[in-house]
T-cell receptor, first 112, second 117 residues
Framework: AQSVTQPDIHITVSEGASLELRCNYS??????LFWYVQSPGQGLQLLLK??????LVQGIKGFEAEFKRSQSSFNLRKPSVHWSDAAEYFC??????????FGQGTTLQVKP | GAGVSQSPRYKVAKRGQDVALRCDPI?????LFWYQQALGQGPEFLTY????????KSGLPSDRFFAERPEGSVSTLKIQRTQQEDSAVYLC???????????????FGPGTRLTVT
């Protein structure tokens, strides 16, 4: 069965520090992978996506993610976190019908 | 341009009442998805439309849940005889094309928070 695991429920980093959010997936075919961000009371905003090709993908707001097939991972990174990055982050994989299967989410807190 | 809109944004229902949640997708978007997001969880798929055809309803938790998109644009998710476990945020998303292709992206609305008392 398709699934997504985000091992870290809550992460706290200092402003200006680097960030890595982990995501592991289980999917039988070539995965299509996404990272979304959700601020309180807001809908989900797409940060980046991986379909094929270069395994390092760049997204909005300075985020990037690396697809590692051997590790079934698609970790999200940012070199320097800003206070406005505090939010809930969701990793998702797309099934062959287009529906998204989400992880549980990681809450990011940024310390000043 | 306008994004996906949902109404109402908040709904309080007494147990046993019926509710109807509306989704206005981005104009011209072919695909429409409904997701349910319980508190502290990731969204979970409910159902999928391509134009007016409901192609996948495997995620609907019970026969109390019903969705329609009669003219291929606006969609309504109806929940009959609401139960406390139905309390969640209901998210709607739309996409321009069929899912395959590197341009594929689902655009999400702000959600409707349903509280069943």
């Amino acid at each position: 069965a398709q699934s997504v695991t985000q091992p870290d429920i809550h992460i706290t980093v200092s402003e200006g520090a680097s960030l890595e959010l982990r995501c592991n997936y289980s999917y039988g075919a070539t995965p299509y992978l996404f990272w979304y961000v959700q601020s309180p009371g807001q809908g989900l905003q797409l940060l980046l996506k991986y379909f094929s090709g270069d395994t390092l993908v760049q997204g909005i707001k300075g985020f990037e993610a690396e697809f590692k097939r051997s590790q079934s991972s698609f970790n999200l990174r940012k070199p320097s976190v800003h206070w406005s990055d505090a939010a809930e982050y969701f990793c998702a994989v797309s099934s062959n019908t287009g529906k998204l299967i989400f992880g549980q989410g990681t809450t990011l807190q940024v310390k000043p | 341009g306008a994004g996906v809109s949902q109404s109402p944004r908040y709904k309080v229902a007494k147990r046993g009442q019926d509710v109807a949640l509306r989704c206005d997708p981005i104009s011209g978007h072919v695909s429409l998805f409904w997701y349910q997001q319980a508190l502290g969880q990731g969204p979970e798929f409910l159902t999928y439309f391509q134009n007016e055809a409901q192609l996948d309803k495997s995620g609907l938790p019970s026969d109390r849940f019903f969705a329609e998109r009669p003219e291929g644009s606006v969609s309504t998710l109806k929940i009959q005889r609401t139960q406390q476990e139905d309390s969640a945020v209901y998210l709607c998303a739309s996409s321009l094309a069929r899912w395959r292709g590197s341009s594929y992206e689902q655009y999400f609305g702000p959600g409707t928070r349903l509280t069943v008392t």
